[in-house]
């Protein structure tokens, strides 16, 4: 029986491996070497968390969220990494997770290469030195961050630069270049020509649904890229994912890169720049269709704008789902309850079936009302009523 983890956290970014010294094999060997010092070594468990390939600035690593996750199960006691850069580069967070989460869970912090031990440092945050190294890891990774968006945009420019994820339709060559997919580019040519011929987005669906044509996302699957949840798909595409397809200038040939920019470094949240910052590079790859038929397809395919679309938002919306295909329920002519999937696949368990929106509502107040009564002790609110003004009320009579 042990008595916890002694936690080995090693992190490899791609511009770490320029040098041998951060390697993953000499970090281990220097967090074996420490782990195996410690008293508690011989009563403890050691297990090794290791994030290969991602960066510093943000948490949002697989291993070091799971090690984060045992912490919190407070199934560790003690954490060593061979410096502070390799668990964290942003000064705040980093700082954050060793000076208040890891006391509160009385987990030991070790720092090989910074010879720093929370263990050493009870009741203060290790000294200013400490702070600078916080500041200087920080700033480090901005500057690298800067560095290699200037490297990555003039590979852009020259055409070089390629996303790792090949749009529905392509896959990678031996070079690294896009190249169609021999298994999914007659779809794609389906989809255009069938747009060209005036068909609308939703009867597309259901075309490729008759041809049992799978999802993007089931095809990547098959082939072992889980990027999406496929578990409410059953086959049916969307026509959101048809208009995008129709939308893509990559199928006939010209490659646009460059549309998203992140809003800050460390941070995976994006924005989309002016089109007259895009890089767009004609006759880059293969077309899988001619510029005359994506012409065409453009030009017959209804768009949708929704001005208002604040005015098609409803309570329920996004909170009440399909018994049938678990997909979500819109409020149709603001009377009743339906599944979008049904009014484009005639064959699905749940064509045609409807709840009134009265009946829905009355079901879910109702629920609320029990939960309350359990919670709470009180009840009996009608529907369209403030939950929390009744429970204030109540709150005030006692």
Same mark, same amino acid.
């Given at each position: ?19 041998d010294? *951060?390697?993953?094999e000499?970090?281990?060997?220097l967090?074996r ?6 008293p ?6 050691v ?5 290969n390939?991602h960066?510093?600035t943000?948490?949002?690593?697989p ?6 996750e045992?912490?919190?199960a ?6 060593i990494?061979k ?12 700082g ?7 006391? *509160? ?8 290469s ?15 030195? +400490?702070?600078?190294k916080?500041l200087?890891n920080e ?12 490297a990555?945009?003039?590979r852009m420019?020259r ?12 896959q ?13 580019a ?6 255009f ?8 987005a939703?009867?597309?669906?259901r ?5 049992s ?7 990547k699957?098959?082939?072992g ?15 959101s ?8 200038e ?6 646009i890169i ?8 460390g ?12 890089? +767009? ?6 077309? +899988? +269709? ?24 409803f309570p *329920?919306?996004?909170?009440v ?13 603001g009377?009743?309850?339906?599944c979008?999937?049904?009014?484009r ?6 064509s ?14 109702d629920?609320?009302?029990?939960q ?6 009180i ?10 003004s ?9």
């Amino acid at each position: 029986m042990t008595n916890g983890i002694i936690a080995l956290y090693i992190r490899l970014s791609l511009e770490d491996e320029k040098y041998d010294s *951060l390697s993953i094999e000499n970090q281990q060997n220097l967090l074996r070497e420490k782990a195996a010092s410690l008293p508690e070594y011989a009563s403890s468990e050691v297990k090794e968390f290791i994030d290969n390939g991602h960066t510093g600035t943000n948490f949002e690593r697989p291993a070091v969220q799971q090690l984060l996750e045992m912490v919190r199960a407070r199934k560790v006691h003690t954490i060593i990494v061979k410096d502070l850069s390799r668990f964290g580069r942003n000064s705040i967070e980093t700082g954050y997770f060793i000076e208040k989460v890891f006391p *509160l869970y009385h987990v030991r912090f070790i720092s090989v290469s910074d010879n720093f031990d929370t263990a050493e440092h009870k009741g203060d945050t290790g000294g200013i030195d +400490i702070a600078f190294k916080y500041l200087i890891n920080e700033c480090y990774s901005r500057d690298m961050s800067i560095k290699s968006k200037t490297a990555k945009l003039a590979r852009m420019k020259r055409g070089e630069y390629q996303s790792k994820i090949c749009p529905y339709g392509y896959q990678k060559g031996e070079d690294g270049r896009m190249i169609p997919d021999e298994e999914t580019a007659e779809n794609v040519i389906k989809i255009f020509e069938w747009a060209a011929d005036g068909v609308s987005a939703g009867e597309i669906v259901r075309k490729l649904y008759k041809l049992s044509i799978s999802t993007p996302a089931e095809y990547k699957a098959s082939k072992g890229k889980n990027y999406h949840d496929i578990s409410r798909t059953n086959g049916v595409w969307s026509s959101s994912t048809v208009l995008k397809i129709l939308a893509d200038e990559r199928y006939k040939g010209t490659y646009i890169i460059g549309k998203n920019e992140v809003v800050e470094i460390g941070s995976r949240r994006c924005r989309e720049k002016d089109r007259s910052e895009w890089i +767009i590079i004609p006759d880059h790859h293969t077309p +899988i +269709i001619s510029k005359e038929l994506f012409e065409r397809a453009k030009s017959r395919i209804r768009k949708f704008k929704l001005p208002n679309r604040q005015k098609r938002d409803f309570p *329920l919306r996004g909170k009440v789902f399909c018994g049938c295909c678990d997909h979500a329920l819109n409020l149709c002519n603001g009377r009743h309850y339906k599944c979008r999937r049904s009014d484009r696949l005639s064959d699905m368990p749940c064509s045609n079936l409807s709840i009134p929106k009265d009946e829905l509502e009355r079901v879910v107040f109702d629920t609320i009302n029990a939960q309350a009564k359990c919670t709470f002790g009180i009840g009996g609110f009608q529907v369209g009523d403030n939950l929390l003004s009744g429970r204030q009320d109540e709150h005030d009579k006692r």
